[in-house]
């Protein structure tokens, strides 16, 4: 512990003492140590100048790139040194590309480390198992954190290392913490209690992860001993943890937070009486630890004992803690805080009766979690989306080095080539210089020369045609890269918009839906209301049920990549079948539609394609006609080709609207005569599968003056 205390002092010295830069370079010359434990203690030594580098804020930031080049210089990039090294330097400055986000370099630099290690068992292996579980960590992909967490134990054991089993049992349990595997983590927690090799503050943080964990459990069981019991384990866990943070007299912090933890068991179980005296505890040692500054958790304890009060039907007391909140909820921004409040104010003025501010927090509660759930699903897809893009780029790079070190070999072969006809060349020269006394010799060995000459530029020149063969094909490999980085553009556009339209269109009918019964649970609406409200939802859930059906059919297009099976179809049956299906659409807005298909009117396609495109379009027409309106159904046959027309006496549209309909680069869409919703969709998919029919799709309209949609495909 002295030695590693006096190198963190010479390294915040580094830049003015010159003893410093003799300990760094006394740690490289460690580097080359055949034994295993020196090269490794070195390595972790150095990656202390990247902690330090965030504690003083890039102050050692030069120092860091010093140690970086010396590595690649000194150590991955020269022959003479051990397997073993090679793989802990490669892991070294992986790591720190990783840590200046530039993935792709520090993918290469594992991947290299890997074949360094030559699939030994070792320290290095488990050194670079070590530093991807963090990684992953860090990118919250804990599936994959938690196989190179395994993998680690797995080494650490076989090398009989048990320092090294500690600390990969001690990430372990965290992960398996956080994919909620409760059970799994409390076993390799308590082997790291029981085995532990840091001072006992690090005891109370493993028993209060324990103690969470049976907590967590305990929520999700319904059978109420079971969950009893797991309240009561949590609770022994919970004193176990509070015990160590009591020998640190000072630990104000831990000692509240334990507190809490304690007065949330009692509450998840409700008993509402015996957690607020632990939250009040909690609340006071938080407020004294950031000297009254209202934090994070003082707000969550604050709320909290709010809602045991509203339980408990001690109102006047609620009402304290609530003036509290929203004097002070400001001071944290955080959405999630900031709905918790909202659905106790909810609680709060239910249980005082007063329906129509119970209604008004609920309505804050339900719009904040909608937000939030859809800030999520971006994360979650922007998330996705760098990984994809990381592993790409991470595939193209190893793709683009395989292909350079075949050039390079081919390269090296033409350079050998060359090399050595100028070393015959030579030869020939000295020869002739030898054998000049004698002129016919002299000739006949020069006509050689030209002849071995003349076949050696023949063979130059195909090489050279080769070459031009070569850069033709990877031009041909470039242009396919950017095909498919345009296709993923393409495809991660796409995405956001279905994002879009899950978030918001599909949540907004089912969170009023919720709203209503939350407000139907209190008893505070009258049945004129409820028919009121009714009528809204069905409107919104009708909206909703079209917006499923086109994201259902889209959805299999573009999973089963199908094809069109045409056939002969009677238009005029069709559209028939069509207006029966609308005919409860239409004679709710009393508009007229009229069949002017003439018979024997057929065309060449898929039916079910032509089945979605014309209930899209018709349904769109109904959506933007007026009551007493009309939409008529036509026909204009050509030599090769047929065009369904749908025109109606509608809104119509503006040019401006008009370039956005059939543009997947938006997400256009405006309500009906009667409010109705769409989301775009139906345009697009519409429009795909009439291209994948062989015909095209557009719209002819005039604001004010209705519009009609065209559809041409080829005649039967």
Not at 10 to 33: E, G, I, M, N
Not at 47 to 57: P, S, V
Not at 239 to 253: E, G, R
Not at 323 to 335: A, F, W
Request: glycine share 6%; aromatic share 10%; hydrophobic share 40%.
């Amino acid at each position: 512990m002295k030695n590693k205390v006096c190198f963190v002092l010479l390294l915040f010295l580094l830049p003015t003492l010159c003893p410093a830069q003799a300990l760094l370079d006394s740690a490289f010359r460690q580097l080359y140590s055949k034994d295993e434990r020196a090269v490794m203690h070195t390595a972790r030594f150095l990656f202390l100048i990247e902690t330090l580098e965030r504690i003083a804020k890039n102050r050692h930031d030069s120092l860091l790139g010093v140690v970086v080049e010396r590595l690649e210089r000194e150590v991955i990039n020269r022959d003479n040194v051990p397997s073993f090294t090679h793989t802990v330097a490669c892991v070294m400055v992986g790591s720190h590309y990783f840590n200046k986000k530039q993935n792709e370099k520090g993918f290469l630099y594992f991947d290299r480390a890997e074949k360094e290690n030559k699939g030994l068992r070792n320290r290095a292996l488990h050194f670079l198992y070590e530093r991807n579980t963090g990684n992953y960590q860090g990118w919250h992909r804990l599936d994959s954190a938690l196989v190179y967490a395994e993998r680690e134990i797995e080494i650490a054991r076989e090398i009989d290392d048990d320092t090294l089993v500690f600390y990969s049992s001690y990430r372990l349990g965290g992960i398996l913490y956080g994919i909620n595997n409760y059970l799994k983590a409390r076993q390799v927690l308590l082997f790291v209690a029981h085995h532990n090799l840091q001072g006992k503050d690090f005891l109370r943080t493993v028993y209060n992860t324990i103690a969470l964990s049976y907590q967590k459990q305990a929520i999700q069981i319904q059978e109420a001993k079971e969950k009893h019991k797991h309240f009561d384990s949590a609770r022994a866990y919970y004193d176990t943890a509070y015990y160590y943070a009591s020998l640190y007299p000072k630990d104000f912090f831990w000692k509240g937070l334990i507190r809490g933890n304690i007065g949330d068991s009692y509450f998840f179980e409700e008993k509402y009486d015996i957690a607020i005296p632990y939250l009040h505890e909690d609340l006071a040692s938080t407020l004294r630890y950031h000297k009254g500054k209202v934090t994070e958790n003082a707000i969550f304890n604050i709320n909290r004992l709010m809602a045991s009060y509203i339980h408990l039907g001690k109102m006047d007391s609620a009402k304290i803690f609530k003036d509290s909140l929203e004097r002070n909820i400001y001071k944290v921004n955080k959405p999630s805080i900031t709905k918790d409040f909202y659905e106790t104010s909810a609680l709060y003025f239910r249980k005082k009766g007063d329906f129509t501010n119970a209604f008004a927090a609920l309505n804050r509660y339900l719009i904040f979690s909608d937000s939030m759930n859809k800030v999520e699903n971006i994360t979650n897809a922007n998330q996705l989306e760098g990984q994809l893009t990381t592993d790409y780029k991470r595939k193209q790079v190893l793709e683009e080095l395989e292909k350079q070190k075949e050039e390079n070999k081919r390269t090296n072969g033409i350079l050998i080539s060359i090399s050595f006809i100028v070393l015959l060349l030579l030869v020939l020269i000295y020869a002739l210089y030898r054998l000049n006394r004698d002129k016919v010799k002299v000739n006949g060995l020069l006509n050689l020369q030209k002849a071995d000459i003349s076949a050696k530029n023949g063979k130059l020149n195909q090489i050279n045609e080769e070459l031009k063969n070569t850069l033709e094909v990877v031009a041909n490999q470039n242009e396919a890269i950017s095909t498919q980085t345009r296709k993923l553009t393409e495809l991660n556009q796409l995405k956001d918009k279905l994002f879009s339209i899950i978030s918001h269109d599909l949540r907004s009918p089912l969170g009023a839906m919720k709203g209503v019964l939350s407000i139907l649970e209190m008893g505070g609406l009258s049945d004129a209301e409820l028919q009121i409200i009714s009528k809204d939802i069905k409107k919104r859930l009708d909206g909703l049920d079209y917006t499923l059906n086109n994201l259902l059919v889209w959805s299999k297009a573009q999973m089963s990549g199908e094809m069109s099976i045409k056939e002969n179809i009677d238009l005029q049956q069709l559209m028939n079948g069509k207006i029966n299906l609308f005919a409860n659409n239409a004679e709710a807005k009393h508009i007229r539609l009229v069949n002017l298909v003439p018979e024997n009117s057929y065309v060449y396609a898929d039916l079910n394609h032509l089945r979605v495109v014309l209930r899209n379009l018709i349904g769109n027409a109904i959506k933007f006609t007026p009551e007493g309106g009309k939409i008529e159904l036509i026909v204009i046959e050509s030599v090769d080709f047929v065009r369904i027309g749908i025109r109606d006496s509608g809104v119509g549209m503006t040019k401006e609207q008009i370039n956005k309909l059939f543009n997947r680069n938006t997400h256009f869409t405006t309500r009906g005569t009667k409010d109705e919703k769409g989301t775009g969709l139906g345009l697009l998919l519409s429009q795909e599968f009439v291209e994948k029919d062989g015909g095209r799709i557009w719209v002819e309209s005039k604001e004010g003056e209705g519009s009609t949609f065209f559809v041409e495909l080829p005649k039967a």
